[in-house]
T-cell receptor, first 113, second 113 residues
Framework: AQSVTQLGSHVSVSEGALVLLRCNYSSSVPPYLFWYVQYPNQGLQLLLKYTTGATLVKGINGFEAEFKKSETSFHLTKPSAHMSDAAEYFCAVAEAAGNKLTFGGGTRVLVKP | DSGVTQTPKHLITATGQRVTLRCSPRSGDLSVYWYQQSLDQGLQFLIQYYNGEERAKGNILERFSAQQFPDLHSELNLSSLELGDSALYFC????????????FGPGTRLLVL
């Protein structure tokens, strides 16, 4: 069975500082990995995904993530936080294309001015 | 805007009642997924339909059922509602089984009193 662990349910960063959100997964097969963002009272928006190929993937809004198979990790980063990055972020894994997503518990990001 | 629509946006009902949540996938998407987001369980996969047929089942209670109609819209029926069913219910869609990206609707917030 798949599982996803997000370290830290809340992260506070200063505007302009690095954003680092950690995600570790377990999967019996090479996974498809995703990061979604949820703004207040909205649905989930895809930030980026890893399927195959290059392990460093770039997404929207300046975010990127690196797939590290040896560490079973898919951490999300953004070099410089913006106030508009305040939201909840979810890491998810799927065993194959078209399969269900298994989500981590989410990390709420607060950006301080 | 993901192109996935869900109605109603909010629903308040009483214990023991039955409700129906509706989802219209993005134009051309054949696969529909239902997820439940609650404070204690997080984001959980409920059920998936593909082109009218049930494809996968997750942690869906027997009191819950779903279907996908010929026009590809889907309905999630929740019956004998309990306080613990209060949650945000998301629908997501994807083009086909081989497509890994799921696009999420804005959700239906259900409050059971």
């Amino acid at each position: 069975a798949q599982s996803v662990t997000q370290l830290g349910s809340h992260v506070s960063v200063s505007e302009g500082a690095l954003v680092l959100l950690r995600c570790n997964y377990s999967s019996s097969v090479p996974p498809y990995l995703f990061w979604y963002v949820q703004y207040p009272n909205q649905g989930l928006q895809l930030l980026l995904k890893y399927t195959t190929g290059a392990t460093l993937v770039k997404g929207i809004n300046g975010f990127e993530a690196e797939f590290k198979k040896s560490e079973t990790s898919f951490h999300l980063t953004k070099p410089s936080a913006h106030m508009s990055d305040a939201a909840e972020y979810f890491c998810a894994v799927a065993e194959a294309a078209g399969n269900k997503l298994t989500f981590g518990g989410g990390t709420r990001v607060l950006v301080k001015p | 805007d993901s192109g996935v629509t869900q109605t109603p946006k909010h629903l308040i009902t009483a214990t023991g009642q039955r409700v129906t949540l509706r989802c219209s996938p993005r134009s051309g998407d054949l696969s529909v997924y239902w997820y439940q987001q609650s404070l204690d369980q997080g984001l959980q996969f409920l059920i998936q339909y593909y082109n009218g047929e049930e494809r996968a089942k997750g942690n869906i209670l027997e009191r819950f059922s779903a279907q996908q109609f010929p026009d590809l819209h889907s309905e999630l029926n929740l019956s004998s509602l309990e306080l613990g069913d209060s949650a945000l219910y998301f629908c997501a869609s994807s083009v086909a089984l081989g497509q890994e990206t799921q696009y999420f609707g804005p959700g239906t917030r259900l409050l059971v009193l």
